[in-house]
């Protein structure tokens, strides 16, 4: 069975390299760009540390009434202290497919990114549940994955996906079922994680788990007002024991005509630990502790000049980590940031200055075309 | 005599045509202005222009608009903002990210917020029109903008969802469309001023090719947008007002 998946997967990139090049040949291509450099200094035992990220992305699209191609390849170049985790270089394809509306349904095959429930922070139906602190919002890699979206109505919507990990070794496959009723969006998701022991976990976590896994909950997010978000897992194997409930509640409110606008977001993970001395990585979730908060506060100044502050906190060690950033846009499409963190914990606490860091800072310029 | 009875028919035209307007009821002003901005369909190219001091951000947008704009479509085509793409029906609005290939679901009150970074709101870009159904009307004394005498209607929110508590909107006499409104919050300050300039006959109606808003809590800041290829009772490309088109 494992090697019928195996080699289901690897003949499945054939007909993704033949689509994708049949779909350059009958549109018109678009290629933009971005680059982004990071300078970071970090603060560790009163030393500073120097490091530098140089991103440079290529994104070709090409569209027409059919078809979508869409392939983002990025290279990274590594400079000072990080070079010693890293190395020197890294290239990623972080997506790489083909999209085709047959008019009932959309059907997309390639390198793509699968997300089921509400998109961002938190989310218990987020395949892959890794965090860039530094800007929450960055793309995260796609899978080789075959999916289908069929529309039941213009809000309404059934997805469903079938994929592959890197090493064709793990596969995942889900559904979700969505909804639009009275301002909500709303739905139910379920997620199967099958893997082989001793194989990482699906995607990118580093823990290592012995038998496949389920996940099962709804969500929803919509307006009363303020924006309400919730969503609630539930996690077990195929004997539905080994369970655990994965959850979160959040809320947003804007001011002075949305230019100020407040966030955040309650995250529960029955499996995390209750204090640092059970603290371990989570597999199948965020982190390490049971309760989270993110907050986070955004004003724009204007239309070029915007400042964020964002706290992450471990509730049960009561740690944070404090970031506030200041963002200006000098012209279309380049950006500069300016970013710091701070830590509040100590000893052996999620966020502490002993085991990260006392703070960093960022200065980041991004450049599109 | 023939002359003479021509002179008294132009003459009572004229007055008829006077008592006619000196009669026009503030609710009559408006549904004109109502009807002149409806439409079933439509499509448009639009050039965003966000000024700040000397410095400028362009924008490029294409999209399409449903039943007085009850429905929009929008998607960016400069290089920087390239495939974002908006869906709103009614009050609700969903965000397309070509980066992550994911959509979004932005809360109500973000409609308030300027459009990436511009004076002008979601709500205000994709808002048009019935007027007569959200706020109560009252003329004011008439005023002359840019050469064009104006009738001068204060509209008082008379519904709970809108954006705007008090506008004062400045409607040209000869055509019925407003040349300028002014926007107020329900503490009487004023927020936005929009002005409209260029107009053309489109399919009938008489269309503002440019629009100015100035955002008065932005300090030194201006958004300036140009229409460009609009069009009436078009063919729209089919379930362009669902979630699933905004990943095409």
């Known amino acids: 069975m494992k090697n019928a998946i195996q080699n289901t997967a690897r003949v499945l ?24 450099n990071d300078t970071l200094i970090l603060s ?20 027409s009434d059919k078809w979508k191609l869409y392939i983002d390849g990025r290279f990274y170049l590594y400079f000072g202290e990080i070079t010693e985790q890293l190395g020197d270089y890294d290239a990623e394809l972080m997506r790489s497919f083909i999209r085709y509306y047959a008019g009932w349904a959309d059907f997309t095959l390639g390198k793509t990114y699968i997300n089921l429930g509400n998109s961002g922070i938190f989310n218990p139906f987020e395949i892959d ?28 919507r059934l997805k469903a996906y079938g994929g592959y990990n890197d090493t064709f070794k793990n596969y995942s496959t889900g559904f979700d079922l969505g909804f639009n009723i009275k301002s909500f969006d709303l739905g139910l998701a379920s997620i199967r994680n099958g893997t082989n022991k001793n194989e990482k976990i699906f995607i990118h976590m580093p823990e290592y788990i012995s038998e496949s896994r ?16 919730a969503a609630y897992a539930h996690h077990f194997n195929d ?13 947003d409110y804007s001011f002075f005509g949305a230019m100020l606008l407040l966030n955040t977001i309650f995250y529960y993970n029955e499996n995390g630990g209750s204090s640092p001395k059970n603290y371990a990585l989570q ?26 502050l964002g706290v992450f906190s471990n509730l049960n060690d009561k740690s944070s980590i404090i970031i506030a950033s200041v963002n200006n846009t000098i012209a279309n499409g380049l950006k500069v940031t300016f970013m710091t963190a701070f830590l509040t914990g100590k000893a052996d606490d999620e966020y502490s200055i002993h085991k990260t860091g006392e703070y960093f800072a960022l200065a980041r310029i991004e450049g599109r075309f | 005599m023939k ?47 966000i000024q700040k001091g000397k410095r400028t951000l362009t924008k490029k947008i294409e999209g399409f608009g449903m039943v007085n704009g009850k429905k929009s479509f929008m998607k960016f085509t400069n290089p920087e903002d390239d495939g974002v793409k908006y869906l709103k029906i009614e009050k609700e609005l969903w965000i397309y990210f070509p980066d992550a290939d994911d ?20 709500e205000d870009m994709m808002e048009s029109g019935e007027w007569e159904e959200k706020y109560a009307a009252r003329l004011l004394p008439d005023e002359t903008i840019g050469g064009n005498l104006c009738f001068v209607i204060e509209l008082k929110a008379k519904v709970p969802d809108v954006a705007y508590e008090t506008q004062i909107m400045y409607v040209e006499k000869n055509n019925f469309v407003p040349a300028k409104v002014d926007m107020y919050s329900a503490g009487g300050r004023l927020i936005k001023k929009i002005s409209f300039h260029d107009f053309q006959k489109i399919s009938g109606r008489t269309v503002a090719q440019k629009v100015i808003i100035k955002d008065t809590r932005r300090a030194d800041s201006l958004t300036t947008v140009e229409y460009g290829n609009v069009k009436f009772d078009v063919k729209l490309p089919p379930n362009v007002f669902t979630k699933e088109y905004l990943r095409r």
């Open chain 1, 13 to 36: 990139i054939l007909p993704t390299l033949f689509l994708q090049a049949f779909s350059y040949l009958y549109a018109e291509p678009k290629l933009t760009g971005v680059f982004r």
């Open chain 1, 239 to 251: 004997k539905i024991k080994h369970d655990f409930i994965e959850a979160n509640f959040g809320f």
């Open chain 2, 3 to 49: 002359y003479k009875l021509k002179f008294l028919g132009f003459i009572s035209l004229w007055i008829f045509s006077f008592v006619q307007i000196l009669a026009i009821t503030p609710e009559e002003i408006i549904r004109k202005v109502d009807k002149n901005a409806e439409f079933n369909t439509q499509s448009f190219a639009i050039t965003m222009k």
């Open chain 1, 129 to 156: 549940k890794t965090l860039n602190f530094s800007d929450v919002s960055y793309a995260k890699k796609g899978i080789l994955a075959f999916e289908s979206v069929i529309p039941l109505g213009d809000l309404s």
């Open chain 1, 214 to 229: 389920n996940i099962a909950g709804v969500y929803f997010k919509g307006d009363l007002e303020l924006g309400i978000q």
């Open chain 2, 103 to 122: 959509i979004m679901k932005i809360s109500g009150h973000m409609l308030r917020q300027g459009m990436m970074g511009s004076d002008i709101s979601y």
């Open chain 1, 283 to 308: 597999s199948e979730a965020y982190f390490f502790a049971k309760y989270y908060n993110y907050s986070g506060l955004i004003y724009a100044y204007d239309e070029f000049l915007s400042f964020d």
């Open chain 1, 44 to 63: 560790k035992n009163k030393t500073g540390h120097f490091s530098d990220i140089l991103e440079n992305r290529l994104v070709l699209k090409n569209n």
